[in-house]
């Protein structure tokens, strides 16, 4: 992807963020949906060989593909679609799970909690022929008004123990009756079981174990469907 063939404000987005990091579009392909993400250039420069399990609240969680989103991403795909349908993608990054259900036929909110997040991904947007996609600002501790959505996403947000009690809070105030939610977490984070275990008393909860091949390791992913409780999803 050429910057020069992004419209106007995307392009200055992406000059403005050229300034301080340097940048390269991926190409990612979910299926036949094809994206084209942009991204830091040098993710080990730019890391300077932090261990995101190290201290997970310093950590940029969001400047990296993680092996969830794109699990995410296909299943998001491969859902029934129906009229109307929305979908807000949690500490989404990147954004792919997101772009990918927009390019599906959801109408999607990308959020996260930084400005530079959020230009990331408007730029992504951009350049994946997705502009209809939005990017907002989403504080868990202070949600904002936007409405509710058919679905909820998230991949690898599950990393801060302190913000489970919020996220459950989040899940309350946008999923739509009759809504559900997916989020995907490579197997072996430790702080998953502890929030499905928070989240069982108001939610029935499904598992699904993918595998996949990184560097000639096994890889398990897990895919969580959430469903409130109650009459209207029985």
Known sequence: MDFRHLPDEERKLYLRLSQTHRLRFEPVAIADTHLSILQIADLEEFLGGQDPFEDV?????????????????????????????????????LGVPGLTAQAAGFAVTLSDYEEIILDFQRVSAAASGLPQARSVMLDWLKPP???????????EILFREEFFQPLLAVFKRYLAPGGQIFLAHDASRRSLPKFLAAAEKDYRITVNEQKIKRDDKEIAIIVNRLVPRGPENA
Do not use: C, H, N
């Open 57 to 93: 609240s310093a950590f940029p969680f969001w400047v990296k593909l993680w092996d969830a989103a794109i699990i995410l991403a296909y299943l998001l795909r491969q859902l029934p679609k129906k009229p109307g349908q929305t979908m807000l993608e949690l500490g989404a990054g």
């Open 145 to 155: 008004e936007l409405g509710q959505f058919s679905v909820l996403a998230g991949a």
